[in-house]
Protein backbone atom coordinates (compact mmCIF):
# COMPACT_ATOMS: atom_id res chain seq x y z
CA UNK A 1 0.00 0.00 0.00
CA UNK A 2 1.11 3.51 -0.50
CA UNK A 3 1.83 5.72 2.44
CA UNK A 4 -0.68 7.07 3.94
CA UNK A 5 -1.06 10.90 5.68
CA UNK A 6 -2.59 10.80 8.79
CA UNK A 7 -3.82 13.83 10.60
CA UNK A 8 -2.00 17.31 9.18
CA UNK A 9 0.51 15.87 7.05
CA UNK A 10 2.01 15.10 10.32
CA UNK A 11 1.50 11.36 10.70
CA UNK A 12 2.52 8.76 8.13
CA UNK A 13 0.96 5.07 8.30
CA UNK A 14 3.22 2.67 5.94
CA UNK A 15 1.01 0.03 6.61
CA UNK A 16 2.88 -3.24 6.13
CA UNK A 17 5.57 -1.55 4.30
CA UNK A 18 9.10 -0.82 6.29
CA UNK A 19 10.65 2.57 7.57
CA UNK A 20 14.15 2.81 6.77
CA UNK A 21 16.13 5.26 8.69
CA UNK A 22 19.00 6.66 6.65
CA UNK A 23 19.15 7.10 2.52
CA UNK A 24 23.11 6.48 2.24
CA UNK A 25 24.72 3.05 0.54
CA UNK A 26 22.93 0.80 2.68
CA UNK A 27 19.60 2.37 3.78
CA UNK A 28 19.09 2.76 -0.24
CA UNK A 29 20.53 -1.15 -0.80
CA UNK A 30 17.66 -1.83 1.69
CA UNK A 31 14.85 -0.23 0.14
CA UNK A 32 15.65 -1.70 -2.98
CA UNK A 33 16.28 -4.81 -1.83
CA UNK A 34 12.51 -4.69 0.08
CA UNK A 35 10.72 -3.30 -3.22
CA UNK A 36 12.53 -6.64 -5.11
CA UNK A 37 10.38 -8.80 -3.12
CA UNK A 38 7.59 -6.80 -3.28
CA UNK A 39 7.78 -5.33 -0.01
CA UNK A 40 7.26 -1.63 -0.02
CA UNK A 41 9.64 0.64 1.75
CA UNK A 42 10.27 4.35 2.72
CA UNK A 43 13.36 5.79 3.25
CA UNK A 44 13.84 8.71 5.79
CA UNK A 45 16.75 11.08 5.66
CA UNK A 46 17.91 13.92 7.55
CA UNK A 47 19.69 15.92 5.28
CA UNK A 48 17.16 18.06 3.57
CA UNK A 49 19.09 17.83 0.16
CA UNK A 50 21.04 14.55 -1.18
CA UNK A 51 24.35 16.02 -2.72
CA UNK A 52 27.21 13.80 -4.03
CA UNK A 53 29.82 13.61 -1.54
CA UNK A 54 32.99 11.59 -0.36
CA UNK A 55 35.80 10.50 -2.20
CA UNK A 56 36.57 6.94 -3.64
CA UNK A 57 35.26 3.63 -2.59
CA UNK A 58 35.73 0.10 -3.03
CA UNK A 59 33.52 -2.78 -3.85
CA UNK A 60 33.95 -6.06 -3.72
CA UNK A 61 32.53 -9.16 -5.55
CA UNK A 62 30.38 -10.56 -3.08
CA UNK A 63 28.53 -6.78 -3.16
CA UNK A 64 29.04 -6.68 -6.75
CA UNK A 65 26.81 -9.86 -6.79
CA UNK A 66 24.01 -8.65 -5.08
CA UNK A 67 24.31 -5.30 -6.83
CA UNK A 68 24.21 -7.28 -10.12
CA UNK A 69 20.95 -8.78 -8.60
CA UNK A 70 19.48 -5.73 -8.52
CA UNK A 71 19.95 -4.90 -12.28
CA UNK A 72 22.82 -1.97 -11.73
CA UNK A 73 25.61 -3.97 -12.54
CA UNK A 74 26.20 -2.74 -15.84
CA UNK A 75 25.37 1.44 -14.61
CA UNK A 76 28.03 0.92 -12.05
CA UNK A 77 30.96 -0.49 -13.79
CA UNK A 78 29.89 2.41 -16.82
CA UNK A 79 31.22 4.88 -13.74
CA UNK A 80 33.89 2.64 -12.57
CA UNK A 81 37.32 1.11 -12.99
CA UNK A 82 37.36 -2.26 -12.62
CA UNK A 83 40.67 -3.06 -10.46
CA UNK A 84 42.87 -6.54 -11.69
CA UNK A 85 45.99 -6.06 -9.25
CA UNK A 86 46.28 -4.99 -5.47
CA UNK A 87 50.13 -4.24 -4.97
CA UNK A 88 51.66 -3.84 -1.33
CA UNK A 89 54.76 -1.82 -1.02
CA UNK A 90 57.60 -0.99 1.79
CA UNK A 91 58.03 2.55 2.64
CA UNK A 92 61.08 2.45 0.38
CA UNK A 93 58.89 1.72 -2.53
CA UNK A 94 59.71 -1.72 -2.80
CA UNK A 95 57.23 -4.39 -3.73
CA UNK A 96 56.63 -6.75 -0.93
CA UNK A 97 53.30 -8.56 -2.57
CA UNK A 98 50.90 -8.14 -5.57
CA UNK A 99 47.45 -10.06 -5.99
CA UNK A 100 45.15 -10.21 -8.32
CA UNK A 101 41.92 -9.25 -7.95
CA UNK A 102 38.10 -9.42 -9.10
CA UNK A 103 37.51 -11.25 -12.44
CA UNK A 104 41.22 -11.21 -13.00
CA UNK A 105 41.13 -13.75 -9.70
CA UNK A 106 39.03 -15.64 -11.40
CA UNK A 107 35.73 -14.29 -9.73
CA UNK A 108 32.20 -14.31 -11.63
CA UNK A 109 32.16 -10.85 -10.34
CA UNK A 110 34.58 -7.19 -10.80
CA UNK A 111 35.66 -5.61 -8.06
CA UNK A 112 34.66 -2.19 -8.80
CA UNK A 113 36.56 1.32 -7.84
CA UNK A 114 33.62 3.99 -7.89
CA UNK A 115 33.40 7.90 -6.62
CA UNK A 116 31.27 7.46 -3.51
CA UNK A 117 29.10 9.92 -4.50
CA UNK A 118 28.68 8.28 -8.19
CA UNK A 119 27.59 5.30 -6.42
CA UNK A 120 25.19 7.10 -4.09
CA UNK A 121 23.94 8.52 -7.15
CA UNK A 122 23.72 5.34 -9.00
CA UNK A 123 21.61 4.25 -6.28
CA UNK A 124 19.52 7.09 -5.35
CA UNK A 125 18.78 7.01 -8.96
CA UNK A 126 17.24 3.76 -9.43
CA UNK A 127 15.28 3.99 -5.91
CA UNK A 128 13.41 7.18 -7.18
CA UNK A 129 12.45 5.24 -10.18
CA UNK A 130 11.61 2.05 -8.85
CA UNK A 131 9.58 2.88 -5.49
CA UNK A 132 8.67 6.46 -6.39
CA UNK A 133 9.86 10.00 -5.05
CA UNK A 134 7.17 10.00 -2.61
CA UNK A 135 9.39 6.76 -0.52
CA UNK A 136 12.19 9.17 -0.27
CA UNK A 137 11.16 11.56 2.14
CA UNK A 138 14.15 13.96 3.17
CA UNK A 139 14.38 16.39 6.00
CA UNK A 140 13.45 13.60 8.56
CA UNK A 141 15.93 13.76 11.49
CA UNK A 142 15.32 10.51 13.95
CA UNK A 143 14.79 11.28 17.32
CA UNK A 144 13.15 7.91 18.97
CA UNK A 145 11.74 4.76 17.49
CA UNK A 146 9.61 2.31 19.81
CA UNK A 147 9.96 -1.69 19.59
CA UNK A 148 6.62 -2.35 18.22
CA UNK A 149 5.41 -4.45 20.72
CA UNK A 150 1.49 -3.58 19.72
CA UNK A 151 1.51 -4.87 16.13
CA UNK A 152 4.27 -1.84 14.55
CA UNK A 153 7.01 0.16 14.98
CA UNK A 154 6.96 3.44 15.54
CA UNK A 155 9.52 6.37 14.41
CA UNK A 156 9.37 9.81 15.49
CA UNK A 157 10.87 12.35 13.62
CA UNK A 158 11.57 15.88 13.47
CA UNK A 159 10.13 17.11 9.92
CA UNK A 160 11.12 19.31 7.28
CA UNK A 161 9.34 22.20 9.12
CA UNK A 162 10.68 21.51 12.32
CA UNK A 163 7.28 19.70 13.41
CA UNK A 164 7.20 16.30 14.85
CA UNK A 165 6.32 13.22 12.43
CA UNK A 166 5.61 9.96 13.63
CA UNK A 167 5.77 7.04 11.26
CA UNK A 168 3.84 3.44 12.11
CA UNK A 169 5.53 0.82 10.29
CA UNK A 170 5.55 -2.71 10.00
CA UNK A 171 9.27 -2.66 10.88
CA UNK A 172 12.28 0.18 11.30
CA UNK A 173 15.64 -0.75 9.88
CA UNK A 174 18.32 1.82 11.62
CA UNK A 175 20.91 2.57 8.61
CA UNK A 176 21.75 5.77 10.33
CA UNK A 177 25.41 5.36 10.87
CA UNK A 178 28.01 5.69 12.87
CA UNK A 179 26.18 8.35 15.12
CA UNK A 180 23.24 6.05 15.04
CA UNK A 181 19.83 7.24 16.94
CA UNK A 182 18.89 4.41 16.83
CA UNK A 183 21.93 2.51 18.62
CA UNK A 184 22.63 4.99 20.77
CA UNK A 185 18.84 4.82 22.39
CA UNK A 186 19.58 1.15 23.09
CA UNK A 187 22.79 1.41 23.94
CA UNK A 188 22.67 4.76 25.45
CA UNK A 189 26.02 4.18 27.58
CA UNK A 190 28.31 3.54 24.52
CA UNK A 191 30.20 6.46 24.32
CA UNK A 192 32.16 8.22 20.99
CA UNK A 193 33.39 6.11 18.61
CA UNK A 194 36.45 4.42 19.19
CA UNK A 195 39.50 6.29 17.94
CA UNK A 196 42.78 4.16 16.57
CA UNK A 197 45.02 7.31 17.02
CA UNK A 198 45.22 7.65 13.05
CA UNK A 199 44.28 10.44 10.91
CA UNK A 200 42.84 9.91 7.12
CA UNK A 201 43.53 12.70 4.71
CA UNK A 202 41.70 11.50 1.86
CA UNK A 203 41.51 13.26 -1.50
CA UNK A 204 41.21 12.78 -5.38
CA UNK A 205 43.45 14.54 -8.55
CA UNK A 206 42.75 13.50 -12.21
CA UNK A 207 46.48 12.78 -13.81
CA UNK A 208 48.30 9.78 -16.02
CA UNK A 209 47.35 6.63 -15.15
CA UNK A 210 50.17 4.93 -11.96
CA UNK A 211 51.77 1.91 -13.27
CA UNK A 212 49.06 0.12 -15.79
CA UNK A 213 46.31 2.04 -14.72
CA UNK A 214 44.30 -1.06 -13.11
CA UNK A 215 46.39 -1.51 -9.85
CA UNK A 216 45.67 -0.79 -6.40
CA UNK A 217 48.56 0.24 -4.09
CA UNK A 218 49.17 0.11 -0.69
CA UNK A 219 52.57 1.86 0.15
CA UNK A 220 54.19 1.71 3.56
CA UNK A 221 52.87 0.12 7.00
CA UNK A 222 50.16 0.95 9.38
CA UNK A 223 51.51 3.90 11.59
CA UNK A 224 52.39 5.50 7.97
CA UNK A 225 50.63 4.68 4.83
CA UNK A 226 49.61 5.84 1.14
CA UNK A 227 46.92 3.94 -0.45
CA UNK A 228 45.77 4.68 -3.95
CA UNK A 229 43.46 3.73 -7.07
CA UNK A 230 41.88 4.95 -10.02
CA UNK A 231 38.02 5.73 -9.52
CA UNK A 232 37.10 6.99 -13.58
CA UNK A 233 38.73 6.62 -17.07
CA UNK A 234 38.73 10.08 -18.04
CA UNK A 235 38.47 10.90 -22.04
CA UNK A 236 41.47 11.96 -22.22
CA UNK A 237 43.78 9.11 -21.02
CA UNK A 238 43.81 10.13 -17.69
CA UNK A 239 42.15 8.80 -14.80
CA UNK A 240 40.53 10.02 -11.17
CA UNK A 241 42.87 8.72 -8.98
CA UNK A 242 41.59 8.60 -5.06
CA UNK A 243 44.20 8.62 -2.67
CA UNK A 244 44.55 8.28 1.50
CA UNK A 245 47.35 9.36 3.07
CA UNK A 246 47.05 7.76 7.06
CA UNK A 247 49.43 8.86 9.87
CA UNK A 248 49.42 8.85 13.81
CA UNK A 249 50.50 11.84 15.00
CA UNK A 250 51.79 12.08 18.42
CA UNK A 251 49.89 15.33 18.97
CA UNK A 252 47.12 14.65 17.33
CA UNK A 253 44.12 15.82 20.37
CA UNK A 254 40.38 14.10 20.98
CA UNK A 255 38.73 17.00 18.97
CA UNK A 256 40.28 15.13 16.19
CA UNK A 257 37.56 12.35 16.42
CA UNK A 258 34.01 14.07 15.34
CA UNK A 259 35.22 16.23 12.88
CA UNK A 260 33.96 14.49 10.24
CA UNK A 261 34.10 17.38 7.42
CA UNK A 262 37.25 19.13 8.01
CA UNK A 263 39.46 20.31 5.59
CA UNK A 264 42.66 18.78 5.50
CA UNK A 265 45.97 21.55 5.52
CA UNK A 266 49.08 19.69 3.85
CA UNK A 267 51.28 21.15 6.32
CA UNK A 268 49.47 18.65 8.83
CA UNK A 269 51.13 15.14 7.05
CA UNK A 270 52.64 16.31 3.92
CA UNK A 271 55.98 16.38 5.27
CA UNK A 272 56.34 12.76 6.48
CA UNK A 273 55.38 11.72 2.66
CA UNK A 274 58.27 14.31 0.86
CA UNK A 275 60.75 11.32 1.07
CA UNK A 276 57.89 8.97 -0.97
CA UNK A 277 59.78 9.57 -3.94
CA UNK A 278 60.21 6.42 -6.53
CA UNK A 279 60.85 6.02 -9.83
CA UNK A 280 56.76 4.72 -10.67
CA UNK A 281 55.10 7.16 -8.06
CA UNK A 282 55.85 10.71 -6.74
CA UNK A 283 53.31 10.48 -3.57
CA UNK A 284 53.90 14.11 -2.54
CA UNK A 285 53.63 15.75 -6.00
CA UNK A 286 50.37 13.89 -6.33
CA UNK A 287 48.95 14.56 -3.26
CA UNK A 288 50.39 18.56 -3.60
CA UNK A 289 47.96 18.21 -6.95
CA UNK A 290 44.86 17.31 -5.54
CA UNK A 291 42.64 20.50 -5.67
CA UNK A 292 41.41 19.89 -1.44
CA UNK A 293 42.34 17.12 0.83
CA UNK A 294 39.74 16.18 3.35
CA UNK A 295 40.63 15.25 7.16
CA UNK A 296 39.02 11.69 8.76
CA UNK A 297 39.78 9.91 12.07
CA UNK A 298 40.02 6.04 11.77
CA UNK A 299 36.96 5.14 14.31
CA UNK A 300 34.71 2.13 15.15
CA UNK A 301 32.73 1.07 17.89
CA UNK A 302 33.21 -2.58 19.84
CA UNK A 303 31.05 -5.02 18.30
CA UNK A 304 27.13 -5.60 20.39
CA UNK A 305 25.54 -8.49 21.57
CA UNK A 306 22.32 -7.80 19.94
CA UNK A 307 20.69 -5.65 17.05
CA UNK A 308 17.16 -6.21 17.19
CA UNK A 309 14.48 -5.05 19.22
CA UNK A 310 11.37 -6.28 18.37
CA UNK A 311 10.70 -4.73 15.08
CA UNK A 312 13.48 -2.40 15.11
CA UNK A 313 16.88 -3.47 13.48
CA UNK A 314 20.20 -2.00 12.59
CA UNK A 315 22.29 -2.24 10.00
CA UNK A 316 25.50 -1.11 8.41
CA UNK A 317 27.58 1.23 10.20
CA UNK A 318 25.18 1.43 12.53
CA UNK A 319 24.98 -1.93 13.72
CA UNK A 320 28.50 -2.60 13.10
CA UNK A 321 31.15 0.77 12.31
CA UNK A 322 34.47 -0.71 11.07
CA UNK A 323 37.69 0.28 10.35
CA UNK A 324 38.13 1.80 6.60
CA UNK A 325 40.61 -1.29 6.53
CA UNK A 326 39.93 -3.91 3.41
CA UNK A 327 37.39 -2.02 1.34
CA UNK A 328 34.53 -3.34 3.52
CA UNK A 329 32.82 -0.91 4.87
CA UNK A 330 30.06 -0.16 1.83
CA UNK A 331 30.17 -4.15 0.72
CA UNK A 332 29.29 -5.35 4.27
CA UNK A 333 25.94 -2.56 4.39
CA UNK A 334 25.05 -4.19 1.03
CA UNK A 335 25.01 -7.64 2.12
CA UNK A 336 23.25 -7.22 4.57
CA UNK A 337 20.88 -5.21 3.11
CA UNK A 338 20.69 -8.27 1.00
CA UNK A 339 20.45 -10.67 3.81
CA UNK A 340 17.53 -8.79 5.38
CA UNK A 341 15.46 -8.95 2.14
CA UNK A 342 16.01 -12.75 2.26
CA UNK A 343 14.97 -12.98 5.57
CA UNK A 344 11.37 -11.10 5.52
CA UNK A 345 10.58 -13.30 2.19
CA UNK A 346 11.48 -16.63 3.95
CA UNK A 347 9.39 -15.69 6.66
CA UNK A 348 6.06 -13.87 5.51
CA UNK A 349 4.06 -12.26 7.71
CA UNK A 350 6.40 -12.44 10.34
CA UNK A 351 8.65 -9.69 10.41
CA UNK A 352 10.09 -9.81 13.74
CA UNK A 353 11.22 -14.03 13.42
CA UNK A 354 12.95 -12.29 10.07
CA UNK A 355 14.73 -9.38 11.53
CA UNK A 356 16.06 -11.98 14.49
CA UNK A 357 17.22 -14.29 11.08
CA UNK A 358 18.86 -11.38 9.91
CA UNK A 359 20.64 -10.51 13.19
CA UNK A 360 21.44 -14.28 13.22
CA UNK A 361 23.25 -14.04 10.10
CA UNK A 362 25.21 -11.20 9.82
CA UNK A 363 25.75 -9.91 13.32
CA UNK A 364 28.57 -13.09 14.07
CA UNK A 365 30.55 -12.53 10.46
CA UNK A 366 30.43 -8.70 10.92
CA UNK A 367 31.92 -8.71 14.39
CA UNK A 368 34.81 -10.50 13.22
CA UNK A 369 36.08 -8.19 10.63
CA UNK A 370 35.75 -5.41 12.96
CA UNK A 371 38.23 -7.27 15.21
CA UNK A 372 40.67 -8.44 11.96
CA UNK A 373 40.64 -4.52 11.09
CA UNK A 374 42.06 -3.60 14.37
CA UNK A 375 44.27 -6.46 13.76
CA UNK A 376 45.66 -4.75 10.63
CA UNK A 377 43.27 -7.21 8.75
CA UNK A 378 44.93 -7.57 5.06
CA UNK A 379 47.44 -5.09 6.04
CA UNK A 380 49.60 -7.24 8.43
CA UNK A 381 52.17 -8.35 5.73
CA UNK A 382 52.84 -4.26 5.54
CA UNK A 383 52.97 -4.47 9.47
CA UNK A 384 55.11 -7.46 9.59
CA UNK A 385 57.86 -6.26 7.38
CA UNK A 386 57.96 -2.90 8.90
CA UNK A 387 58.53 -4.28 12.46
CA UNK A 388 61.43 -7.07 10.79
CA UNK A 389 63.32 -5.24 7.93
CA UNK A 390 62.29 -0.81 9.73
CA UNK A 391 65.43 0.09 7.54
CA UNK A 392 64.61 -1.64 4.51
CA UNK A 393 65.50 -5.39 2.88
CA UNK A 394 67.72 -6.68 0.03
CA UNK A 395 65.23 -9.54 -0.58
CA UNK A 396 61.56 -9.05 0.61
CA UNK A 397 61.91 -12.94 1.04
CA UNK A 398 64.42 -12.71 3.62
CA UNK A 399 61.64 -10.86 5.45
CA UNK A 400 58.55 -12.60 4.53
CA UNK A 401 57.84 -15.24 2.61
CA UNK A 402 55.09 -15.88 0.03
CA UNK A 403 53.54 -18.48 2.07
CA UNK A 404 53.26 -16.24 5.24
CA UNK A 405 51.67 -13.25 2.85
CA UNK A 406 48.99 -15.58 1.48
CA UNK A 407 48.42 -17.39 4.57
CA UNK A 408 47.15 -13.80 6.10
CA UNK A 409 45.55 -12.38 3.25
CA UNK A 410 43.42 -15.50 2.29
CA UNK A 411 42.32 -15.89 5.88
CA UNK A 412 41.26 -12.16 5.86
CA UNK A 413 39.40 -12.97 2.94
CA UNK A 414 37.64 -15.28 4.29
CA UNK A 415 36.64 -13.71 7.49
CA UNK A 416 35.06 -10.94 5.02
CA UNK A 417 33.40 -13.52 2.79
CA UNK A 418 34.92 -12.90 -0.21
CA UNK A 419 37.08 -16.04 -0.48
CA UNK A 420 37.01 -17.16 -3.81
CA UNK A 421 35.45 -20.57 -3.23
CA UNK A 422 32.68 -18.59 -1.19
CA UNK A 423 31.38 -17.00 -4.47
CA UNK A 424 31.20 -19.98 -6.39
CA UNK A 425 27.37 -19.98 -5.67
CA UNK A 426 25.98 -17.21 -7.80
CA UNK A 427 22.69 -17.31 -6.05
CA UNK A 428 22.38 -13.76 -4.55
CA UNK A 429 21.80 -13.47 -0.39
CA UNK A 430 18.15 -12.56 -1.33
CA UNK A 431 17.51 -15.59 -2.57
CA UNK A 432 18.31 -17.98 -0.54
CA UNK A 433 17.00 -20.11 2.41
CA UNK A 434 16.39 -18.43 6.16
CA UNK A 435 13.94 -20.62 6.95
Same mark, same amino acid.
Given at each position: ?????????????????????????????????????????????????????????????????????????????????????????????????????????????????????????????????????????????????????????????????????????????????????????????????????????????????????????? %????? @?? !? &???????? #??? $?? /? +?????????????????????????????????????????????? %????? @?? !? &???????? #??? $?? /? +????????????????????????????????????????????????????????????????? $??????????????????????????????????????????????????????????????
Amino acid at each position: MSADLVGPDLDIDLGEGVAVVGGGIGGLVTALSLHQIGIEATVFEAAGEIRPAGVGINLLPHSIRELDALGLLDELAASAVEPSTLAYFAKNGREIWSEQRGRSAGYKWPQLSIHRGELHRILLGAARQRLGDDRIRLGHRLTSVTTGQTGAGLASFDGPSGSPVTVRAAAIVAADGIHSVVRSQFYPDQGPPKWSGALLWRGVVDRKPVLDGRTMIW %IGHPA @QK !F &VGYPIADL #PDG $RQ /T +FNFIAERRPDDATLADREDWNRQGDLADFLPAFESWTFDWIDVPAL %IRSAP @QT !F &VFPMVDRD #PID $RW /T +FGRVTLLGDAAHPMYPIGSNGASQAILDARVLAGCVRCHPGDIRAALQRYETERRPPTSAIVEAN $RGFGPERPMHLVEQRAPDGFESVHDVISPEEILDITEAYRRTAGFALAALDDPTSLAERDYR
